[in-house]
């Protein structure tokens, strides 16, 4: 699982840091905020650990800013904080899981086992909906546990969306992933994604008004 850490003390990151690699996760590690969100913008993650109260960004600020920008990742907040108001935003963001400091490593890593498992993020099975799931191992987009027949572009575009569930995926991506480069226009795109969504059983494929479309990522299985 690819892992993005937020946690200014030095000591208590490395210590996270260095035990998440030993259960296997891949994690990159931030002390500030700002450039967490940076990183953010540009890559994908399976989960985020942030503490509250670091430079730049706060941990909060940042959810609420990934949030915006259609960035919703699950999230667990490792931090200080007692203000009862400050914990209340973190569940109004969205936050999965809140751990107190000071706290065991070994409990961080039984709460990131329960947020994985109630966002049903198999390694290769990515969940879309209720019935829907994609198989990016092979490529398969199933439904009640029954492979779709799709067409080449159909499975381009699903492959695309599926890989990047809570991010918006633009119509240059689509132009550069599904048409291999050739220029097509806005309206080409709306057209096939449309037909493409009238195919399918459950509406799970979001139009973002003017910038592209996405899948979100279920909070439940």
């Not at 086992?113 to 994609?134: E, F, T, W």
């Not at 991010?167 to 991506?173: G, I, L, N, T």
């Not at 195919?199 to 439940?220: C, H, V, W």
Request: glycine residues 4%; proline residues 3%; charged residues 30%.
């Amino acid at each position: 699982m690819k892992i993005l850490l937020l946690e200014d003390e030095q000591m208590l990151s490395e210590a996270i840091h260095e035990y998440l690699l030993s259960l296997g996760h891949r994690v990159e590690l931030f002390f500030d905020g700002a450039e967490a969100l940076d990183a953010l913008k540009k890559e994908t993650f399976d989960l985020l650990i942030l503490d509250i109260n670091v430079p730049g960004i706060d941990g909060l600020d940042l959810l609420e800013q990934l949030h915006a920008l259609k960035i919703r990742p699950p999230a667990i907040y490792i931090s200080a904080l007692v203000d009862i108001e400050g914990i209340s935003r973190a569940y109004d963001l969205g936050c999965y899981d809140y751990l107190k400091k000071p706290f065991h490593l070994k409990e961080l890593a039984l709460r990131i086992d329960k947020v994985m498992q109630s966002c049903a993020i198999p390694q290769n099975h990515l969940r879309l909906s209720k019935s829907y799931g994609y198989d990016a191992s092979t490529s398969t987009l199933m439904c009640d546990n029954v492979t779709q027949t799709l067409t080449k572009r159909q499975l381009q575009i699903i492959d695309l969306l599926a890989r990047n569930r809570g991010r918006v995926v633009d119509f240059d991506q689509f132009r550069a992933y599904v048409w291999d480069e050739e220029y097509v226009d806005n309206a080409t795109i709306r057209a096939e994604v449309s037909r493409f969504k009238k195919s399918l059983k459950e509406d799970f494929i979001q139009n973002i008004r003017a910038l592209g479309y996405m899948i979100d990522i279920p909070r439940t299985q």
